[in-house]
């Protein structure tokens, strides 16, 4: 069975910094794209940051110099680091994890919750 598990969200002030983490299970974790996305309430859910197998991240006009993605195979786990939080970063985050090839998969996390205040 696989699963993600997001963990690290939470409230925090403009400014302030928070590491999300997500552990993969059930999956041979070092050939998967991982990626982050974000919902905020109303709106679709986009990419935040993704890292292919490979370890080559790529972060969102609007997070760069401020998230930093990147990824543990001997954890199985991808992180998140963001820094310099604005109140527009308020959403939940979800972990994906992705490969194409013959027979792609795609599996999603349950999400994490950052608020972050003003």
């Known amino acids: 069975q696989v699963q993600l598990v997001e963990s690290g969200g939470g409230l925090v002030q403009a400014g302030g ?7 993969a299970s059930g999956i041979i974790f ?6 982050w996305y974000r919902q905020a309430p109303g ?6 940051a993704s890292i292919t197998s490979g370890g080559s991240p790529n972060h ?8 930093t993605i ?7 786990t991808v992180y ?16 994906n994890a992705a490969v194409v090839g013959l027979r792609p998969r795609d599996y ?6 950052v608020t972050v205040s003003s």
């Open 17 to 23: 910094s928070l590491r999300l983490s997500c552990v």
């Open 30 to 35: 070092r050939i998967y794209d991982m990626g």
């Open 43 to 48: 709106k679709q859910r986009e990419l935040v």
């Open 60 to 67: 969102a006009d609007f997070v760069k110099g401020r998230f």
């Open 70 to 76: 990147s990824r543990d195979n001997v954890k199985n």
């Open 80 to 95: 998140l680091q963001m820094n310099s939080l604005k109140p527009e970063d308020t959403a939940v985050y979800y972990c």
């Open 108 to 113: 999603w996390g349950q999400g994490t919750q």
